[in-house]
């Protein structure tokens, strides 16, 4: 059994693997960058190692420090996260070379699910529906063209290295595409340094719908439902629920068995998701799937009582799951809201700065995960995401209703926030009655003040 973890990452998510590690009477390991010197997170640890400059490119994903730091410390497992360098299939190796232990699958399954392109090659394989598109990395403008005359407009163009709703851009018609190409290329080239790109059909009015899978290495998989992220800004999630009010038992039976098709065919091992768009008329597609904890983890184990990181350390370290298929039920309703220093009258720009006062929401049902704290600062080099605030209820309204007191309760000051913006979503119309897709936030309308 694992006995010390490095934990590889800052802010929320290192505070939620620490908090596993204490629930299982096992040691840890902190690292910060010289802008987290002096962050929360990094002093909840039994040690605390500094890696490098403000810039995560020397520091959060500065391999060689961080295996240093976990041969160092004596840890024997590296917990990445997710972000830096959890899907980073050269890390994983090298801490499996340095003799450690990485919490997470095998780099030869982050590799090849890590490019997009790639893993809709191997779900078609098996047969899991993919969304219509090119057969892999379209090189050139005249193959995109051909390409997506092939398939139809409207299309997607998609970086095979994307991630966070980066490198991708629609295009409804040939000469759109011609910019839709080049910009999505470009961004690729700048935030995953490759510009690889593949083309697929746009699905109208889709449902992000996403299932929760954990993998022990005896061939054990475990399905933990469904959750529904379709709130979207720009293609990046900002709300999700679970379960989803678009799927019903059936639909559900088909999602899980898609999913666990799909962590068969690559010897799956630990956490991942993998990730489906629904169309209005229940076509389910794959999408992609992501080897990692995902952000929105929370609302699964709200409504199972499954402690995901728990069961991540467990299977690291070569047990086998804890559960049984059917020990898993769906116990009531959950919604999360992602709280981010975000500027919302500057188009959600970052706003980084320091948090001068902080009131955190609790009581019943109310679970918030952060790792701030008054007075402490918010780098503008990392993600802007502050803290993730999850409901719990019996019913789905119970959790809507909680959630409006959480974030009634909810105060910080010194940052801009999209909290007015989360704040809207539980009284959107569309968000009330369950029927909405990734187009709610674009769609919503809202009065404007006549300033004579
Ligand atoms: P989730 O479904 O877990 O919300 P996101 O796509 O929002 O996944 O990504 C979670 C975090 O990981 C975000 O901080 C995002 O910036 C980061 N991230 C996602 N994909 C990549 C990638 N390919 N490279 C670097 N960071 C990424
Ligand atoms: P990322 O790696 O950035 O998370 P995804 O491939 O998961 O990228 O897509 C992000 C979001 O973009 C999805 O949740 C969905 O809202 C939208 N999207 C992706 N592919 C399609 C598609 N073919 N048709 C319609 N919407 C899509
Ligand atoms: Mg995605």
Known sequence: MIRRVLVANRG??????????????????????????DAQFASLATKSVCIGPARASESYMNQANIIEAALKTDCDAIHPGYGFLSENAEFAERVKDAGLIFIGPSAD??????????????????????????????????????????????VLVKA??????????????????????????????????????????????PRHIEVQL???????????????????????????????????????????????????????????????????????????????????????????????????????????????????????????????????ENGFMPSPGTIDFVHLPGGFGIRVDTAIFPGCRVPPYYDSMLAKIIAHGKTRNEAVYRMRRALEELIVRGVKTNLGQLYMVLYNREF??????????????????NME
């Open 214 to 344: 954990i993998a022990d290495r005896h061939g054990n998989v475990l399905s933990l439902g469904e959750r529904e992220c379709s709130v979207q800004r720009r293609s990046q999630k900002i709300l999700e629920e679970a379960p989803s009010k678009a799927v019903s038992a059936e639909l559900r039976a088909k999602f899980t068995e898609y999913a666990v098709r799909a962590a068969k065919a690559v010897n799956y091992e630990n956490a991942g998701t993998v990730e489906f768009v629904l169309a209005p008329d229940e076509s389910v597609y794959f999408i992609e799937m992501n080897t990692r904890l995902q952000v929105e983890h929370p609302v699964t184990e709200a409504v199972t009582g499954f402690d995901l990181v728990r069961e991540q350390i467990r299977v690291a370290s070569g047990l086998e799951l804890s559960a049984a298929q059917s020990d898993i039920a769906i116990t009531g309703h959950a919604i999360e809201c992602r709280l981010c220093a975000e500027d919302p």
């Open 109 to 154: 399954a982050i590799r090849s699910l890590g490019d997009k392109a790639t893993a809709k090659r191997i779900m078609r394989e098996c047969g899991v529906p993919t969304v219509p598109g090119s057969d892999g990395v379209v090189a050139t403008l005249p193959e995109a063209k051909a390409e997506a005359a092939r398939i139809g407009y409207p």
């Open 160 to 205: 095979s290295a994307g991630g966070g709703g980066r490198g991708m851009r629609r295009a409804d018609d040939e000469q759109s595409l011609e910019a839709a190409f080049s910009e999505a290329g470009a961004e690729a080239l700048a935030a995953f340094g490759s510009d690889e790109l593949y083309i697929e059909k746009l699905i109208l009015n």
């Open 432 to 449: 009330l009655t369950g029927s909405y897709d990734t187009g709610i936030l674009e769609n919503a309308e809202y009065g404007t003040l």
């Open 12 to 37: 929320e998510i290192a505070v939620r693997i620490i908090r596993a590690c204490r629930d299982m009477n096992i040691e840890m390991v902190t690292v910060f960058s010289e802008a987290d010197r």
